[in-house]
């Protein structure tokens, strides 16, 4: 990146102010964003701060014009009563209606070059803006101050300690700014079974692991439509060569047809390769319990930082071509809320939802608290956790001869709680006031879970990575059979229960199954061909 210069006189005021122990007092002509403080200020030393020329990539999200109507639309689209129950908005309609202006645009790029950011780009539907700039910049531009930590991994990050502002002029355009903290992201969702890798017997708790292409024997889908005609999309991240061929491969191994595939590249072209294990599992078992595919579309972003991902989603909702798309990734909800990426992220989703999209969410594998490991409590992951997308949990799936389902308990580590900041869409009538996780379930056990073609050779995996594909493939059955459905999370609340395989017994940490409905696994798993017939 270009060394940018700045005026002395700025550079010192800046310095001046990145001081740990002045107080940050915001000026009147500063408004709050949805961004906020990642850690506290509390204690921080001048020794703590990142250096000025630390390298910050944001992307900022600019608000929705006129979001009330967007949200009526919603409400009344998912009411049964209402004349406009299943209506859905085009490509066109959610441009005229909703999408920010170039104006505003404009004003949010002049804004991060003054600033001193470069490299700005503003995406196709002009909802999102990223830009390259140092932490001296992002200080510029958002008035808050960066520290040196390390993420999850221990590897070197950077984190917020105030929140994000923005000049009062951009206070009706800026909705959030993600990126000023990469301490915490969203992971991938899989385990791999321990000890079974690749051998479809018997493990020690008396399960076994599946072809993925036994998935539709077990869960009935009789003469339900494959989905041929239908486009399902992936959230990917990295380099989709060997995906690609390992796609290949399986198709090949199990007379399948071919799958045809294209891989979005979202941003500048990743080269991680180290999810390919999940994309495998994400990609096997869509093809596979969905009987076939009309396109199947990796929409790759170059890392799993919010600020990529962000991006990544938004790209599926601006294309609307995919309607199904999979996220076997997820975060603490709390993290995901500070940084700014959850009011992003959901507003995205939002006109996901208005489009007919459904993107099929894994629940996490951190059981009913995602936030920590001890003492347990009850936090959900996001995406998981957004009311504009179905949230999966996960089973421990036993089965009998010729595929036949035999019973299901809870995974012990499958994500399931209520969420702690979202609102409880129109359409969820069970739990508590707030959004509730699950919506449904699938097989995640590793130790019942897929066995797949990772890097050429076969692997046994599970999490609620399985379930989620599992439930993706599903709903784009439905979608072949019935193709003005839409958004599936209001369907799944009003079909007959019948439907579902009822998860009773099982504990997840603070959440545990029960007769219905409950947080742990939602309805239970899904009886395809009585749920086709039910719609």
């Known amino acids: 990146m ?83 129950y299943g209506a859905t908005l085009s490509s066109q309609d959610v441009a005229r209606q909703f999408l920010p202006s170039q104006a505003q645009v404009d004003a949010v790029v ?30 510029a531009a958002f008035h808050t101050r960066l520290v040196k930590t390390t993420d999850g991994q221990g590897r070197p990050a950077y984190a917020n300690i105030d929140d994000a502002l923005v000049p009062s002029s951009l206070g009706h355009i800026v909705l959030s700014v993600v990126g000023l903290q990469t301490a915490a992201k969203p992971h991938t969702t899989l385990h791999a079974a321990a000890g079974t890798l690749g051998r ?100 790759t972003a170059n890392s799993l930082t919010n600020s ?97 389902w035999v019973g299901e308990t809870l995974w012990s580590k499958s994500g399931g709680s209520p969420s702690t900041v979202e609102a409880k869409p129109s359409w969820q009538t069970q739990g508590d006031g707030m959004r509730d996780v699950s919506d449904v379930a699938f097989d995640a056990d590793p130790n019942s879970g897929a066995i797949i073609i990772v890097n050429g050779s076969n692997a046994q995996y599970g999490g609620t990575s399985l379930s989620a594909p599992l439930f993706a493939a599903t709903w784009a059955r439905m979608l072949a059979g019935h193709p003005t459905l839409g958004f599936a999370g209001p369907h799944l609340y009003t079909v007959n229960t019948a439907v579902y395989h009822d998860i009773t017994s099982g504990s997840n940490g603070a959440e545990s199954a029960a007769p219905g409905w409950d947080y742990a696994s939602g309805w239970g798993s899904i009886m395809v061909s009585a749920l086709d017939a039910g719609l």
């Open 308 to 404: 990529a991902l962000t991006g990544d989603f938004n790209q599926a909702v601006s294309d609307n071509v995919a309607q199904v798309i999979n996220v076997s990734l997820g975060e603490c909800e709390t993290s995901a809320y500070n940084d700014g990426s959850m009011a992003a992220d959901d507003q995205i989703f939002a006109l996901g939802v208005a489009q007919g999209q459904t993107f099929s969410i894994s629940t996490g594998d951190s059981g009913s608290n995602e936030c920590t490991k001890a003492p347990k409590g009850s936090t959900p992951s996001y995406p998981a956790s957004s009311p504009y997308v179905v949230a999966v949990s996960g089973t421990s799936l036993s089965t009998g001869t010729n595929n036949t």
């Open 200 to 299: 479809p017997g018997s493990t020690s708790s008396g399960l076994v692991g599946h072809n993925p292409t036994q998935f539709p024997a077990i869960y009935n889908v009789g003469s339900t439509p494959t989905a041929s005609t239908v486009t399902v999309g992936i959230i990917s991240d990295g380099d989709m060569t060997q995906p690609l061929k390992d796609l290949s491969q399986f198709t090949s191994t199990n007379g399948l047809p071919a799958v045809n595939t294209q891989v979005v590249t979202v941003g500048t072209p990743g080269t991680d390769t180290s999810g390919t294990p999940e994309w495998d599992l994400d990609s096997q078992d869509i093809v596979a319990m969905s009987g076939g595919v009309g396109k199947l579309i990796f929409y």
């Open 2 to 84: 270009q060394m940018k210069k700045h005026s002395l006189g700025l550079a010192l005021a800046l310095a001046m102010s990145l001081s740990a122990t002045a107080a940050m007092a915001a000026p009147s002509a500063w408004v709050a964003t949805h961004t906020h403080a990642h850690q506290s200020s509390a204690g921080v030393r001048a020794a703590d701060l990142a250096g000025a020329g630390t390298p910050v990539h944001v992307t900022v999200a600019l608000q929705l014009q006129n979001r009330a109507t967007l949200d009526a639309f919603l409400a009344e689209s998912h009411d049964p009563s209402s004349a406009m």
């Open 110 to 139: 002049a804004h991060l070059q003054a600033a001193g950011f470069s490299h700005i780009d503003v995406s196709a539907n002009r909802l999102l803006v990223s830009a390259d700039g140092n932490a001296l910049d992002a200080q």
